[in-house]
C-alpha cells in the first residue's frame, strides 16, 4: 500500500525538465562526479518532500489535501504539524520547480493554496483572521485545526514568506495567455495573498518569535522577507488593479529598519530582545538566500548574496562554528566544515544542521551567479578578510570578467570551490538511502532530531538550482523587483496600517468564517511560585472546549511582587456567551480547577472600540499548589 504510493506520485510527478544543462562555465570541481550526486539526492529531496504533502503523501498519512507537515516523526520530536513558515519555503521550492517544467507540480500547488485559504480562517491562541492576528500563529495540527498547546507565538514572517511563495505562483500565472489562469490569479490567489500583505503592513513593527521559535523580539529574517513580499506585492497588486498605497507606505518604513541590524561585522540575529545572544546565527544566511534577486547587484541595503555585508556576515557565521563541532576539527581556516543555528544552541545538543550547511553552500552559488551577470566582483574592506581565507592573494579591487588578467575568474573559481565543500560536507554525512534529517551529531554525524524534515529536502533543491545557475545558463528563480540602488530612508520610521482580512472563500476557505470578534484581555490575580503556572478554558474552541491540555496558556509578563498578575488575550466572537474558568498547572503536570463559574458576554461588533478595549478583572477561587513536588519536565 505504502509502496504503491510512492510508486504512483514517483510516476505522476517527474523531476524533469532541467536533466540537460550546459557545461559549467569556468570550473570543474575536483570531485568530478559532485554534480551527479547532486543529480541523485536532488530527485530524493524531491521525493522527500513530496512524501510529506496530504492528502497522498506516502509519510503524511491523515494530513489534510495541500497540507505539508514538518516531518512524519510524531514523538522525541513531534513535527506531525504544518508550520506556515517551513511549508512557505517548501512551497515557493515547489513553484520554482513547476515554472521550469515539471508540470505535475501544479495540483500540489493548488492543494496549497487552498489548504492556506482554509488555515487563515481557523482561530488561534495568536488571534484570528478578523484583526489579521492570526496569520500570525506558527503552527496548525496537519488536519487544518487549531494548535492550543504553549509556544513561541505570534510568528511573523510565515504571511510574508506565504505571500511570496504565492506570488511566484501568480506571475507565472500571469504571464500565460489562458483567461483561466487569469481568473485563477485574480480571484484565488490574489485574495489569499492580500491577507497576509496586509498583515505585514499591520504588525511588522511588532515584536514576535523568530524562525528558531525562541527569541521574542525582532527578526532580521522576518525583516527582510517582510520587505520582499511587499515589493514584490505591489506590483502584482498594481497589475491586478487592487489598491497598494499602504504597501508603498511601509515598504520603505521596513528597509529602513533592515539596516538597523547591521553591527559593522555582521547582521544581528535578532534585535529589541531580551535573549542574551552574539545574534551570529543561520538567520541571516538564511535571509540572504530568501531575497536573492538574480537581477539585483550587489548591494548591502538588501543584503544580497553577492553584497560585502553578506559575504562578511557569512564568514563570522561559519567561523563561529570552526571549533563547534569535532567532526570539523580537522578542517583548516577557510575550507567547509558543517554548521548549525548559532554556536550557543542546546536543542538536541546543538548539532549539525543540513539546511544551514546547505545554505551556506546557495548563498555562494546564488553570488557566483550575480558576479557572473553583472560581470564584476569588487574585494571591499568590509569583506577583504572573506576573501582572503578562501583566496589569501586576494586584494582590494574591481575585477572584470573576461578582461585577460583572471582574478575576476580566480575569486569566482575560490568561491565555487569553497560552496562545493558545504556541499560535499552535507553529503558526506547523508546516509546511502539519502534521507534528510533535522540534524546530524557534531560528533560523529549520525543523523539526530526529526526524520525527514521537509525543510532540509526543499533546502537542497534549492541548493541543486543555485549551483546550476551558477555553472550554467540555468535560471533557478526570476527576479523579484528587488529595488536596485534602493534608497533607504534617511531617518527610519515606525508605522502601521491598520488592513480587513477578508476569508478568501474562491479559494476554499469556508463560507461564513472570518465573522467579526473582538480581543478580551482576562486578567486574574493568582499567586504562584515558580513552575506553577495559570492556564484559562471554557466551552468555546478559543479557550480549549473544557479539554485541559487544551486550554490556553498565560503570561506572567506583569506578575510582580505587589500585583500576582496573570494575562490572557483572547480573540472572541463579538456577542457571544462564554462560560469559562482558571487552571492552575502544576509542575508535576496535574491540575487544579476553579471552584468557580465564570459567564462573560462579549460586545457587539459595533459596540467595539477597538482592540483591548474589553478587559475582565478576576480573582483566583480555589485550591493553591504546593511548592517541591517533583517537576515532570
Ligand atoms: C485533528 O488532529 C488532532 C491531532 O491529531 C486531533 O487531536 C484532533 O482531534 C483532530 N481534529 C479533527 C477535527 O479531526
Ligand atoms: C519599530 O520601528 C522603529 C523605526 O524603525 C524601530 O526603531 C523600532 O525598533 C521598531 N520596533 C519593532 C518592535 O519593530
Ligand atoms: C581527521 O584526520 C585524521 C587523520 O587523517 C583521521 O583519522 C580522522 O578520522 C579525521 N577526523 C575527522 C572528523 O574527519
Ligand atoms: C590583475 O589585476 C589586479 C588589479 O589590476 C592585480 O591586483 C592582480 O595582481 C592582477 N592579477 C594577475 C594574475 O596578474
Ligand atoms: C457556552 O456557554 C454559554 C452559557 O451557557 C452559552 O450561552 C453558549 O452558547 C455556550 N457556547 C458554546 C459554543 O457552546
Ligand atoms: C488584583 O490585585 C490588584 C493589586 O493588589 C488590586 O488592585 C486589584 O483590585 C485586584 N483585582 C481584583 C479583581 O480584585
Given at each position: 500500500m505504502m509502496l504503491r504510493t510512492v510508486v504512483s506520485t514517483l510516476t505522476a510527478i517527474s523531476v524533469s525538465g532541467v536533466a540537460a544543462q550546459s557545461l559549467p562555465r569556468q570550473y570543474t570541481s575536483p570531485a568530478d562526479d559532485l554534480s551527479s550526486r547532486i543529480e541523485t539526492q536532488n530527485g530524493i529531496s524531491l521525493q522527500g518532500v513530496l512524501n510529506n504533502i496530504g492528502p497522498n503523501g506516502a509519510k503524511a498519512p491523515g494530513a489534510s489535501a495541500g497540507v505539508i507537515i514538518a516531518s512524519p516523526s510524531t514523538e522525541d520530536p513531534n513535527y506531525y504539524f504544518t508550520w506556515t513558515r517551513d511549508a512557505a519555503l517548501t512551497m515557493k521550492m515547489l513553484v520554482d520547480e513547476f515554472i521550469h517544467g515539471n508540470t505535475g507540480l501544479r495540483p500540489v500547488i493548488q492543494d496549497y493554496l487552498k489548504a492556506q485559504a482554509i488555515l487563515q480562517t481557523v482561530s488561534n491562541p495568536s488571534g484570528a483572521l478578523y484583526s489579521g492576528r492570526g496569520l500570525g500563529e506558527p503552527k496548525f495540527y496537519s488536519n487544518e485545526t487549531r494548535f492550543n498547546g504553549d509556544w513561541g507565538r505570534p510568528q511573523r514572517d510565515g504571511p510574508a514568506l506565504r505571500a511570496t511563495a504565492l506570488i511566484a505562483y501568480a506571475r507565472w500565472l500571469l504571464s500565460t495567455t489562458d483567461s483561466a489562469d487569469y481568473t485563477e490569479v485574480a480571484e484565488e490567489v490574489w485574495p489569499v495573498v492580500q491577507n497576509d500583505l496586509n498583515y505585514v503592513v499591520q504588525y511588522w513593527n511588532e515584536t514576535g518569535f523568530d524562525l528558531w521559535e525562541e527569541v521574542r523580539g525582532s527578526s532580521f529574517f522576518t525583516t527582510a522577507v517582510q520587505h520582499r513580499a511587499l515589493v514584490e506585492g505591489i506590483v502584482l497588486g498594481d497589475q491586478l488593479g487592487h489598491p497598494t498605497d499602504a504597501y508603498t507606505a511601509q515598504a520603505p518604513n521596513i528597509l529602513c529598519f533592515l539596516q538597523t541590524f547591521w553591527n559593522g561585522q555582521y547582521a544581528i540575529a535578532n534585535i529589541n530582545s531580551e535573549t542574551p545572544r552574539t545574534g551570529i546565527d543561520a538567520n541571516t544566511v538564511l535571509t540572504s538566500i530568501a531575497t536573492f534577486d538574480p537581477g539585483a547587484e550587489c548591494d548591502n541595503e538588501l543584503f544580497q548574496p553577492c553584497s560585502a555585508w553578506a559575504l562578511a556576515n557569512l564568514q563570522v557565521y561559519v567561523d563561529s562554528f570552526r571549533t563547534r563541532y569535532s567532526i570539523n576539527s580537522n578542517a583548516t581556516d577557510g575550507s567547509a566544515i558543517a554548521t548549525g543555528r548559532?554556536?550557543?544552541?542546546?536543542?538536541?545538543?546543538?548539532q549539525a544542521w543540513y539546511l544551514t550547511t546547505f545554505a551556506v553552500a546557495e548563498q555562494l552559488y546564488d553570488a557566483i551567479q550575480q558576479w557572473n551577470t553583472i560581470k564584476t566582483l569588487t574585494v571591499s574592506s568590509t569583506d577583504l578578510a572573506f576573501w582572503q581565507s578562501i583566496y589569501p592573494s586576494a586584494q582590494l579591487g574591481t575585477y572584470s570578467k573576461g578582461n585577460g588578467n583572471g582574478t575576476f575568474e580566480s575569486l569566482v573559481n575560490a568561491a565555487l570551490a569553497y560552496a562545493d565543500g558545504f556541499t560535499e560536507v552535507g553529503l558526506k554525512y547523508t546516509p546511502a538511502s539519502g534521507a534528510l534529517s533535522e540534524q546530524f551529531s557534531g560528533d560523529n554525524g549520525i543523523q539526530v532530531s526529526a526524520r525527514d524534515l521537509t525543510w532540509s529536502y526543499a533546502s537542497f533543491v534549492t541548493l541543486r538550482g543555485a549551483r546550476l545557475a551558477a555553472t550554467s545558463d540555468y535560471e533557478q528563480v526570476p527576479s523579484w523587483g528587488a529595488p536596485s540602488g534602493s534608497t533607504v530612508p534617511s531617518t527610519c520610521e515606525s508605522g502601521s496600517t491598520v488592513g480587513q482580512y477578508v476569508p478568501a472563500t474562491a479559494a476554499g476557505a469556508p463560507a461564513g468564517a472570518g465573522g467579526c470578534t473582538l480581543i478580551v484581555t482576562f486578567n486574574v490575580n493568582a499567586s504562584t511560585f515558580f513552575g506553577e503556572n495559570l492556564y484559562l478554558w471554557g466551552n468555546v474552541s478559543e479557550l480549549g472546549n473544557w479539554i485541559p491540555t487544551d486550554a490556553l496558556a498565560g503570561s506572567a509578563n506583569g506578575y510582580t511582587q505587589d500585583r500576582p498578575l496573570w494575562t490572557f488575550d483572547v480573540e472572541l466572537p463579538a456577542d457571544s456567551n462564554v462560560r469559562y474558568y482558571y487552571l492552575r498547572k502544576e509542575p508535576d503536570g496535574s491540575f487544579l480547577y476553579e471552584t468557580v463559574d465564570r459567564m462573560f458576554t462579549n460586545l457587539e461588533c459595533a459596540e467595539?472600540?477597538?482592540?483591548?478595549s474589553t478587559t475582565i478583572e478576576d480573582v483566583w477561587v480555589g485550591p493553591t499548589g504546593t511548592p517541591g513536588k517533583k517537576m515532570l519536565f
Open positions: 548559532y554556536a550557543s544552541d542546546v536543542y538536541y545538543g546543538g467595539s472600540v477597538g482592540p483591548g
